[in-house]
């Protein structure tokens, strides 16, 4: 039997770390969103209808994130008490924690979600704006 290979599976196997409910706050939500591609990602999982594989996220706001990367935000995501994450074999999938943040924080999820929905719309606008503006130079 090779040792060193079970070892490395049980340290591989490590338990995730979930916050109770009542350790969550609303500055360690506020925290783990402020990096942009966490938010994305929240609100990608937050608007789902069912859980997330880590794999669907290789690429988020059009750039491509690294796997090493990805589990880091996936892990503050987690800390903070906004998903939860269950190994399925080899693949993590990852369900929002809607529900129990609702209930302890009334409408902090939904206005976040909301409002970084708001803000996607607007760079989008900014950017098909940008695009025809180009456009227009190259056609003059």
């Known amino acids: 039997m090779n040792y060193g290979l079970l070892a490395s599976m049980i340290v591989a196997m490590r ?13 360690g939500i506020l925290h ?3 990096d942009p591609v966490r938010a994305a990602i929240f609100s ?6 069912c859980s997330q594989n880590c794999s669907n996220f290789l690429t988020v706001s059009e750039k491509e994130i690294p796997k ?21 074999g080899v693949e993590m999938q990852n369900t929002p924690r809607c529900a129990e943040i609702e209930q302890r924080f ?11 929905g708001i803000q996607l719309e607007g760079k989008k606008r900014k ?14």
């Open 106 to 116: 009334p409408g902090l999820i939904k206005a976040i979600v909301r409002a970084h």
């Open 68 to 88: 090493s990367t990805l589990s880091q935000h996936f892990k503050a995501l987690r800390e903070a008490g906004l998903i939860r994450g269950e190994r399925m």
């Open 127 to 140: 950017r098909g704006a940008e695009k025809r503006k180009v456009g227009r130079r190259r056609a003059s």
């Open 15 to 27: 338990p995730l770390f979930h916050p109770s409910i009542d350790d969550v706050t609303v500055e």
């Open 44 to 49: 990608e999982i937050a608007g789902a209808r």
């Open 32 to 34: 783990a969103l402020t």
